[in-house]
């Protein structure tokens, strides 16, 4: 039979192993979390880059098109689109709540704007493959397309870049893409970067474990 003492002791132990369980499964659980979460900043990290070297062939594949344009030609490959898929990983596993309000926003600006660059060349390449493409007014779409993603461009890559392309997008009336523009604000490629490396260094331990 056990007495009171017993009891007591059993009593606490049972307690002291249900808390020790429980300690574990929260410290657990907030160890992937914060590893999740480390793991979608590097695969937007990286995708950030290709999505930014993709944006400098991007510029030349427009500007050759504008040029060729003026001579009633074109370009005849097709000039590809921004990845997304660690945005859409990212977001479809929730983990963009889990970083600070400031960097999520610069997040969903970002990606807001190479959205509407991928709508805009798929539509293009539908054009293109399109019935539309014997038709008189073709170039001229074509030619709006090109300027239109120029303009988006624009808000996404260097300085150097915007200068370049605001030059070559002058040359023809920006009305087309001034009322095609969203009016959100748009974040850099150069500030995505910086805004995803701060993320990383609220783990200035586990960055660099997991």
Known sequence: MIDGTSQANLLISVLAGTLTALFSIVVTFHFYTKRDTIRSIRALQAEVEENENFAQNLEKYLKDDLEFAKSNQERTDSPGKFYTSAFDSTLNSGVLMNISPES?????????????????????????????????????????????????????VSSEFRDEAAELSNEQSMSTVENALSPHTAITFAEISETLESELDAYPVLRHIV
């Open 104 to 156: 999520r926003t610069d997040i969903l600006n970002h990606y807001q704007t190479v959205e509407q660059m991928n709508s805009q060349l798929e539509y293009r390449s539908r054009l293109r493959a399109g019935p539309a493409r014997s038709m008189s007014g073709y170039k001229a779409k074509r030619v709006g397309l090109n300027k239109l993603v120029m303009g988006l461009l624009q808000t996404t």
